[in-house]
């Protein structure tokens, strides 16, 4: 079972500090909030900047629900990689009377998990795992490659913290490249680049450093190293609250790995590559107010011009 993060007391304090102003509204577990108006609205400009700095690339568009199936999770080896950050989907599916034994437990607080049954759903992990299914199934991408953006979608990660920068369920704004090996990892580092430059300008203190996912296990330490030594992953780190910075967004080269699954091919037949980008839109809304302060009135012109044009 994944364990509780505690906040250092300077984590806390920020946290209880944004709870006391409204901008974020305590829900009672661990890494679940709530956003004031003040913070929604940062959000939204800050999702409006990278769907402006994403035109360059004329993304296809794709939408989802924080839904997919619960075998697309099976098909990618998620629950053999991150099987401590999984969310599944379970129901009630019995009848009366086990419906009565089921209520009388949940008012107690008790243990009511054996009247629930898996069902075909699970939580949504990453933004851009619908994407590929959803590309593959058109057959060949076309020449040169497409860019899916995929929009800030609500992700989950079972991963309970008081660090206010670590929820369990945020928006994660992801944007998807799927071509030829050459033009996807120029796209990530480009990209990442166009990233460095966007945090910056918002008066951040950003830095690009490599990183790895967090690998389940003995092998995942393995599929970590590998991933580092190859570059990867990279994230744009910000420092928050705490000892450690914060990745505010991270750019990925999957290779072969998507594409090996859903069978994507490259116009000519070869095999696709892919690669992603992600904001954690929450993420960069408190590096925001950490920086900045607690007041978006009161921060920098050249901020405000940056997200609200004024």
């Known amino acids: 079972m994944t364990e509780l993060r505690r906040a250092s007391a300077d984590q806390a304090a920020f946290r209880d500090e944004l709870v006391v102003r409204g901008l974020l509204i305590a829900s009672g577990a661990p890494g679940l909030y709530g956003w004031g108006a003040t913070f929604e609205d940062v959000r939204i400009r800050v999702d409006e900047l990278v769907t402006t700095a994403a035109q360059a690339d004329a993304p296809e568009?794709?939408?989802?629900?924080?839904?997919?199936?619960?075998?697309?999770?099976?098909?990618?080896?998620?629950?053999?990689?991150?099987?401590?950050?999984?969310?599944?989907?379970?129901?009630?599916?019995?009848?009366?009377?086990?419906?009565?034994?089921?209520?009388e437990r949940a008012a107690r607080h008790e243990d009511w998990s054996e009247f629930q049954q898996m069902t075909e759903l699970a939580l949504l992990p990453a933004a851009c795992y619908p994407v590929y299914p959803a590309v593959a199934a058109r057959g060949p991408l076309p020449p040169g490659g497409i860019v899916v953006d995929a929009g800030g979608a609500w992700v989950f990660r079972h991963e309970p913290s008081e660090d206010p920068a670590r929820l369990q369920a945020f928006h994660q704004r992801e944007i998807v490249c799927l071509g030829a090996p050459e033009d996807v990892r120029e796209w990530r580092d480009g990209w990442c680049e166009r990233g460095l430059a966007l945090l910056r300008a918002l008066g951040l203190n950003a830095e690009r450093d490599r990183a790895t996912d967090p690998f389940f296990g003995r092998v995942g330490r393995m599929l970590a190293a590998n991933q580092r030594n190859q570059e990867l992953k990279l994230e744009l780190l910000v420092q928050i609250a705490g000892d450690e910075p914060t990745a505010l967004a991270s750019f990925n080269y999957h290779q072969e790995h998507f594409a090996g699954t859903y069978g994507l091919t490259l116009a000519d037949g070869a095999m696709a590559h892919t690669a992603c980008l992600g904001f954690g839109q929450e993420r960069i809304v408190l590096a925001l107010l950490r920086t900045h302060g607690l007041e978006p009135a009161a921060w920098p012109a050249e901020v405000r011009r940056e997200l609200w044009g004024a």
């Open 61 to 103: 568009a794709m939408r989802f629900p924080p839904l997919l199936p619960r075998r697309q999770l099976e098909s990618i080896g998620y629950l053999h990689s991150f099987p401590h950050l999984a969310g599944t989907v379970f129901s009630f599916e019995g009848g009366e009377a086990e419906a009565l034994l089921q209520g």
